[in-house]
């Protein structure tokens, strides 16, 4: 059995131990997880990830500096910040190189669907607490989850990893059931930020279909044109800097930061929080958060970041902060002429303004693929082929 085989098998039992959260968080909000078998795991797959490099052919110093770079400062970071989602990120990032990035949203997807499924149902039929808040008159269910914009959340990284795998083949009845998804998220859970971004999905991927279609007449596939491509390497640096800088130097006084503050559910004023509690430090730190998740009792000292840019520059440091824009910076220009991979990354940076999954693996698997095999000649020919 390869090192890729051992990877991929390694990469499925820790989506299923991380997905498998939701499913055992306790009434007081604790997991039951076998954290030294876990760490037994990341142990061996860290030696896995270490042979492969050892033996890779041929030798790529750039790339093993760049993966060694990660490795070590997410250690570092790991150290000061106390997340442990650093540990399983980096082995993930590392091992990943050179597999065929659709095997690992496979993985991703075999995994998630029936976990997600087995949730929703476990949750709605009671087995497990389903967690029902209220915003006014507004209902908000979580369906086993432990907040309905985590359950959401899900769902759209989900959905984005199925588009990027059907690509031109994506159906009407399937964009109908993402237009069903949005409906349900208004009537059950009350999600605003991630109704946006599927609707801003759900229109990517019609334009998509489209322009395929009329590109498969022609006898050649899509490629975006040099604006977009700017546009979507540009992004995610706009869509952090804005979200830091707003957050940093947020007044109430000022009207329309105090209407862009109640638009964005006061996340403004909980980051001006967090930047006058703490200062940015280069390995991280450990910020104690308390967020309504879990329960549904009224938390009385609510302290959260929320966006995914601020909770990684304040909690896991300036140069995971900066690690993680270069990562994503790489992955949209391994895929300048693939218009769905970069419609998917450009979802991602937008979701992550307004929330704080970007970094966790079980719902961002996009963060894994720095390093993965985007050379698939066949999906021009594919595109071309399925494009009506």
Known sequence: MNSNVIYQKYFS???????????????????????????????????????????????????????????????????????????????????????????????YLIVEIPMIICTMIVGYTGVITNLVYHRGDQVRMSFGFIYPTDFAAGIVFMITVWIVLRQARCTWIEIGMMIISVVLFEKYCDVRNSEIVMMILIICVVYLKIRNKLGAKKGKGYIPSLLLKILCLVAPYGLAGFMILVSRFYRPDIEWMAKLNTLFSTRLSLGKEVFDRYDVQIWGQDIPMRGNGGSTEVVADYFFIDSSYVNILMRLGLVVFILVMLIISIIMIKNLNLPYMLMAMAIVCIHSVMEHHMFEAYYDVFLMLPFANFDVKDIGKRQRKCGN
Do not use: H
């Open 13 to 107: 039992w820790n989506f299923c131990r991380m997905a498998g959260f939701d499913l055992q968080l306790d009434n007081d909000g604790t997991y039951s997880v076998a954290t030294f078998f876990y760490f037994c795991v990341q142990i061996g797959i860290g030696l896995v990830v270490l042979f492969r490099y050892m033996v890779m052919r041929p030798v790529d110093m750039k790339k093993i500096l760049f993966v060694f770079l990660i490795i070590g400062s997410f250690v570092i970071a790991r150290r000061y910040s106390g997340a442990d989602a650093l540990l399983e990120t980096r082995l993930l990032i590392a091992g990943a190189n050179d597999i065929d990035y659709r095997k690992i949203l496979k993985v």
